[in-house]
């Protein structure tokens, strides 16, 4: 038996050569629909991105000892049925962490000084008048409520020292916070100039950020998600933003991806999407896909994994 690991189309050369040194045969593929996932007995591990694996494509390939997720969220595989077949599902916590904050800062910049309105204002009248009469707001000195402050959000307030903010951090166990403190949900939403949520999608979190949150937000406050998308109630999101009770908004991730191009969020001029990217940096990716390739050589030499989320 020749043992493979499955990896989708496009994962970092270095994963690549770290599965085949290790003795692997690796077999890429897209990973964008179920015949993808066809079944080989010969298959040991999957290096995978976002395609939803259940119990049933599992069952496909009797051999599969190790799921390692390319990124942090794992809600696409079913960790239940991964368990009752003793298949190890692993995720690369910290490995994008300052690919991530980055992308959060820049849309705090961004949605905050409303850029992009002002760059197409340049060819369009509609978003220079939109620009002209919403001055936009710094970063500086302000009131910056982070939502989840694990790697992300301690990074992004470590990005955020040079700016002299305040930080009102929110997560479910206390942590040291070095520029501001531990804050409630309420106390977040009510006194922040920026919400930045780097929160993943869980039965806790989901549309945590709603009609309720944007009520108790300054109207010039901005915000930012970085986490996942159905954290944020995305048609209350919609309303605040037309009605003017928060300022604005920056996305790098929304309830439905990819983003449909019709997708009101996006013809709002005080909201800056981006396509769920975050991460997506060149350092950040050889570092996941290390992370992850890694991962499954741990798992399959018996030495499990610190990352197992199962």
Do not use: C, W
Request: proline fraction near 4%.
């Amino acid at each position: 038996m020749t043992k493979k690991i499955l990896v989708f189309d496009g994962v970092n050369d270095h994963a690549v050569k770290e599965l085949g040194e290790a003795g692997y045969q690796v077999v890429s593929n897209p990973q964008a629909s179920d015949k993808d996932f066809s079944g080989d007995p010969d298959v040991v591990g999957f290096l995978l991105m976002t395609y939803p694996i259940t119990g049933a494509i599992m069952d496909r390939y009797p051999n599969l000892k190790v799921i390692a997720r390319h990124g942090v969220g794992y809600d696409n595989v079913d960790l239940e049925a991964a368990k009752e077949r003793g298949i190890v599902v692993t995720n690369t916590p910290g490995a994008n962490a300052i690919a991530v904050a980055e992308t959060a800062v820049t849309l705090m910049l961004m949605a905050g000084r409303l850029f992009d309105t002002d760059k197409r204002g340049i060819t369009d009248a509609k978003a220079k008048a939109y620009g002209a009469a919403h001055p936009g707001m710094q970063v500086s000195g302000k009131v910056v409520g982070i939502l989840g402050f694990g790697h992300i959000g301690r990074t992004v307030a470590e990005l955020l020292t040079g700016f002299g903010v305040k930080v009102l951090a929110y997560a479910r166990h206390d942590k040291d916070v070095p520029n501001g403190r531990m804050a409630s949900l309420d106390e977040i939403f009510e006194q922040s100039d920026f919400v930045v949520s780097t929160l993943p999608a869980t039965p806790q979190t989901t549309k945590m950020i709603g009609e309720t949150a944007f009520k108790k937000m300054k109207q010039t406050a901005v915000l930012v998600n970085v986490g996942r998308g159905p954290v944020v109630d995305e048609a209350a999101l919609i309303i605040a933003l037309k009605a003017g009770e928060i300022a604005a908004a920056g996305l790098d991730v929304v309830e439905k991806e990819p983003i449909s191009p019709d997708n009101e969020l996006l013809s709002l001029e005080n909201t800056y999407v981006l396509p769920h990217i975050a991460g997506g940096s060149r350092e950040a990716k050889q570092e996941i896909a290390e992370t992850a390739a890694q991962n499954i050589l741990d798992v399959l030499a018996g030495k499990g994994s610190k990352d197992q989320v199962n």
